[in-house]
């Protein structure tokens, strides 16, 4: 059974910063790009960061400069780094795993708010 468990979520204020990690299990993580994406209320969800299975990036052109993503393969992870928080930021975050035949697998999200 695959389980990708996000984690590392708050509240934090404007100008924080927040590490997010998910953990995946029951896949060969390796194999597949990682993504982070973000949903805030009323809106639909969108990429923010992804990182290949072979370790390319790219970013949302609202995150760059302020989001890192990186992963572990040898501890099954993926981590958003943020930082300088806008509270445009604030969404429930969601890891997603996506493998080259076209499987996906979701995370269940984490909750990221950014107020004074």
């Known amino acids: 059974q695959v389980q990708l468990v996000e984690s590392g979520g708050g509240l934090v204020q404007p100008g924080g910063s927040l590490r997010l990690s998910c953990a995946a299990s029951g896949l060969t993580f390796s194999l597949y790009a990682m993504s982070w994406y973000r949903q805030a209320p009323g809106k639909t969800r969108e990429l923010v960061a992804a990182i290949s299975s072979a370790g390319s990036t790219n970013y949302a052109d609202s995150v760059k400069g302020r989001f890192t993503i990186s992963r572990d393969n040898a501890k099954n992870t993926v981590a958003l780094e943020i930082s300088s928080l806008k509270p445009e930021d604030t969404a429930v975050y969601y890891c997603?795993?996506?493998?080259?035949?076209?499987?996906?697998?979701w995370g269940q999200g984490t909750q990221v708010t950014v107020s004074s």
């Open positions: 997603k795993a996506a493998s080259s035949w076209s499987v996906r697998y």
